[in-house]
């Protein structure tokens, strides 16, 4: 009986090195070492931190019917502009004040966009709306390198991250200004990845919300995407993700290569 018995611990040995050999048995086994997460409508509610710093503003301005009055308008022109910043047509600091002397000039309002502007950021900078499971998605990947790349301002984006329970968790934090290039382009992945000491690109992956500055970011440079769709847009102008995911906890099996159920294939 005792011999039966050590045959079978024998049996249960071989068979457990074969599949730590062949990668299959592995606990710490993660497919990605590096993660890049975008800031905006990825780990930040954007929309809540951008109401909230736009009517602060305009209270500010004594412009109480304001927000309401501009909102869309302000909406509408600070998309166009923000893709403009994507295609490399504005740097950053001109959308900051062109947003508001469109939207003023339409609106017949007769304010300083420049001050505008500079009030606005700093209500923005206090705004740290996390989106849902962002602290345990981050929790959960302390063993990878964190990375922020973010196109947003680098003094509102450091000063949300300072006031969050997050602010800590990152290796680098990477902002457009300071590299001279913005997502989609691809020399700010180059820019990254030297600050990181140029890290194997089969073993990074960026996490954001926008196919045209994330995915077709991660798409030029050469690293794997997942796109963070909570919304289920279409994915149209021809930009594809690696992955898609409605739910950010999602990142984590991703990375340790543990994506269940119809989700081993990338897309
Ligand atoms: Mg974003």
Known sequence: MESKAVLRNIDYLRLLVQLIYKGEFNVNKKKYEIVIFDIDDTLFDFSL?????????????EMPTGFADMHDSYRAISKVLWNDLEQGKIALH???????????????????PHSFSSSYLQYLGKETHLMEGAVEVLGSLTDCQLVIMTNGFGEVQKARLANSPIGNLFEEIIISEEAGYQKPHPAIFDYAFAKLGNPLKERSIIVGDSLTSDIQGGNNFGIDTV????????????????????DLLEVVDIVKGQTGAGKEEPL
Do not use: C
């Not at 909230?52 to 301005?61: Q, R, S, V």
């Open 49 to 61: 931190s951008e109401h909230a710093a736009l009517h602060n503003t305009f209270m500010e301005y």
């Open 94 to 112: 001109e959308l900051g004040v062109e947003r508001f002397r469109r939207l003023f000039l339409e609106h017949g309002a007769d304010k300083d």
């Open 227 to 246: 796109w963070f769709n909570p919304k289920r847009k279409t994915a149209s102008k021809g930009i594809r993700p690696t992955y898609e995911i409605q």
